[in-house]
């Protein structure tokens, strides 16, 4: 049903814009109310909506007495090369897109979306992404603002996946907030990643990014740092209470003083969004498995970071297999074997010891799954 309507209102609308308002005119002037029109029927059978999405989007147009508007809407969208799924999505999050009005809202805002250099192809992924904004020639505005920010059209659809910032005040919320963040030396693409992780910190109080900011720099996390951004991400929704509770169960988890769960939280700051389990196992593992100290792990607390059953144990055993059967001449740090990317990991410790140990690869590989007990041995 959603095929052949699309088909042949996608023609309608393929035709030039200076016939479009006579072809409509033309084609259905004589459309009535009809009072059998079951909007939720119709939601379900040609939008493609599940009957849960299809009960709650009716709520928002009973008004609606014939197929005539949503029927145009949905060849528009499909002309912008929408898929069914992506017309499905699109309707559920914002059921009031069917009653748009083609000519003076939909088509306007494509064309001042194109003019910014945006494919039909990157506006149809718009759609289901920005929910009743793409309704809204604000959106324009936002995107001519936004596209420079995130540095590209890719990075910019990629980031609305998380939250949309077009739906913000641009000029109250977003820009003082992006000034603010360039003030502490931030570039466009730390704000841009901030953004991918975090789609609330552009849209809160110029004040309360401020607060978050002393409490980064008040845990030795300066401006400029490589770990500011990654602070900025920790603190953001924390209040001081909150902070001071992540802070004193570092210390009683790793043994640490004051000074160093101070240098630890410098170094990487998203320990502050670890949930206490995580960082108890790693605390266990890492001291009382692997014999490091708390100092040790404090000035190199970015392992901290890594997972501890696809990264730690795995590489962790390797090594103290190729240790135990001297195929590992001197002994590299714990703390270098773990900050090895994979690609290097496994060239410095696993591909040179193929032929003595054979199934070395086999069994670190089943590790970094989970498929291994923590207490194999390679053989």
């Known amino acids: 049903m959603l095929r052949l ?24 002037p004589a459309v009535s109310p009809n009072p059998s029109f079951a909007v939720e029927e119709y939601l379900v059978a040609t939008c493609g909506l599940t009957r849960p999405q299809a009960l709650k989007a009716s709520a928002k ?49 494509v064309a001042g979306l194109t003019g910014l250099g945006l494919s039909r192809s990157e506006i149809g992924r718009l759609v289901p992404l920005t929910g009743a904004t793409f309704r809204c020639k604000s959106i324009i505005t936002g995107l001519h603002y936004c596209l420079p920010l995130f540095g590209s059209s890719e990075n910019l659809l990629q980031a609305l996946k998380s939250g949309s910032v077009l739906s913000s005040d641009l000029e109250r919320v977003v820009k003082p907030n992006v000034a603010f963040m360039r003030e502490c030396r931030l570039g466009v693409c730390d704000i841009a990643k901030l953004y991918a992780h975090t789609p609330s910190l552009l849209n809160i109080s110029t004040e309360r990014i401020r607060t978050a900011v002393a409490c980064v720099e008040g845990l030795g996390v300066s401006r400029g740092s490589p770990m500011f951004r990654h602070g900025l991400q920790a603190v953001a929704f924390l209040n001081e209470e909150k902070i001071t509770t992540k802070v004193e169960h570092l210390k009683e988890t790793f043994r640490w003083s004051d000074a160093e769960v101070g240098i630890a939280v410098s170094k990487a700051p998203t320990l502050l969004t670890r949930t206490k389990e995580s960082l108890q196992r790693r605390s266990e593992f890492l001291i009382s498995e692997v014999g490091l100290e708390p100092t040790y792990i404090a000035h190199r607390s970015v392992m901290l970071t890594y997972s501890l059953e696809g990264r730690l144990r795995p590489r962790y055993y390797a090594v103290k297999f190729l240790k135990e059967n001297g195929l590992l001449k001197g002994g590299p740090s714990y703390s270098t074997v773990f900050n090895e990317t994979d690609k290097v990991f496994r060239e410095k410790y696993i591909c040179p010891h193929k032929e003595a140990a054979p199934h070395l690869q086999e069994d670190y590989d089943a590790a970094c799954k989970g498929e291994v007990p923590t207490n194999f041995r390679f053989t």
């Open 61 to 109: 147009l009973s008004h609606l007495k014939s197929p005539s508007k949503p029927d145009a809407v949905l060849a528009f969208l499909a002309g912008l090369g929408l898929s069914a799924a992506d017309i499905a999505a699109a309707v559920a999050k914002d059921p009031q897109l069917l009653c748009a009005k083609v000519e003076s809202t939909l088509a306007p805002v």
């Open 5 to 28: 309507r699309c088909c042949i209102l996608t023609q309608l609308l393929s035709s030039p814009s200076s016939q479009l308002h006579r072809l409509f005119s033309a084609a259905a």
